[in-house]
T-cell receptor
Framework: KQEVTQIPAALSVPEGENLVLNCSFT??????LQWFRQDPGKGLTSLLL?????REQTSGRLNASLDKSSGRSTLYIAASQPGDSATYLC????????????????FGQGTILTVHP | KAGVTQTPRYLIKTRGQQVTLSCSPI?????VSWYQQTPGQGLQFLFE???????NKGNFPGRFSGRQFSNSRSEMNVSTLELGDSALYLC??????????????FGPGTRLTVL
């Protein structure tokens, strides 16, 4: 059974700091991995998707890496801002009998990030 | 493009009742997935629909069901509500649901409270 773990559970940093969020998964037969952010009481916003054949993806101040062999992904946030405060979730999609596990993402518990001015 | 929309946004029901939640995917997306989010269990996959067919299902009791219409809109139904069904129900859509590049886009959710 695929398990996804995110460390740390919570992180508080001053504005401007660079930070790294960690995600580990137990089953390396993943199809892809997605990072999301969730603001309190809201839905999820997709940040980055990394296909299983890729090593990293970048979008603005965000960079996500993937190491399938070690079962790890990291989300790097550069020059953090108070608006980055949210819960960050990573989710993996496994391979299935038909090639992919249709629609099913397995989520970690999230990292609650607070960036204070 | 308009994002994923879910209605209603909030619901209050009592134990034993049933409820229907609705989801409209992003235009052109044919795959719709449903998730339950609770503080204790986090986000858990309920089921996925594509072309009006359920292709994948999570570990939830039969009280949870869904369907998809020809325009890709989807509904989920929970019968005989229990207190533990109180949660944020999230719908996500993607182009095909099975591509390497398929990004899932989530709606704002329906907050269900069971009294």
């Amino acid at each position: 059974k695929q398990e996804v773990t995110q460390i740390p559970a919570a992180l508080s940093v001053p504005e401007g700091e660079n930070l790294v969020l960690n995600c580990s998964f137990t089953d390396s037969a993943i199809y892809n991995l997605q990072w999301f952010r969730q603001d309190p009481g809201k839905g999820l916003t997709s940040l980055l998707l990394i296909q299983s054949s890729q090593r990293e993806q970048t979008s603005g101040r965000l960079n996500a890496s993937l190491d399938k062999s070690s079962g790890r992904s990291t989300l790097y946030i550069a020059a953090s801002q108070p608006g980055d405060s949210a819960t960050y979730l990573c989710a993996v999609r496994l391979r299935g009998p038909g090639g992919t596990s249709y629609g099913k993402l397995t989520f970690g518990q999230g990292t609650i990030l607070t960036v204070h001015p | 493009k308009a994002g994923v929309t879910q209605t209603p946004r909030y619901l209050i029901k009592t134990r034993g009742q049933q409820v229907t939640l609705s989801c409209s995917p992003i235009s052109g997306h044919r795959s719709v997935s449903w998730y339950q989010q609770t503080p204790g269990q986090g986000l858990q996959f309920l089921f996925e629909y594509f072309s009006e067919t359920q292709r994948n299902k999570g570990n939830f009791p039969g009280r949870f069901s869904g369907r998809q219409f020809s325009n890709s809109r989807s509904e989920m139904n929970v019968s005989t509500l229990e207190l533990g069904d109180s949660a944020l129900y999230l719908c996500a859509s993607s182009l095909e649901g099975g591509l390497f590049t398929d990004t899932q886009y989530f709606g704002p959710g329906t907050r269900l409270t069971v009294l």
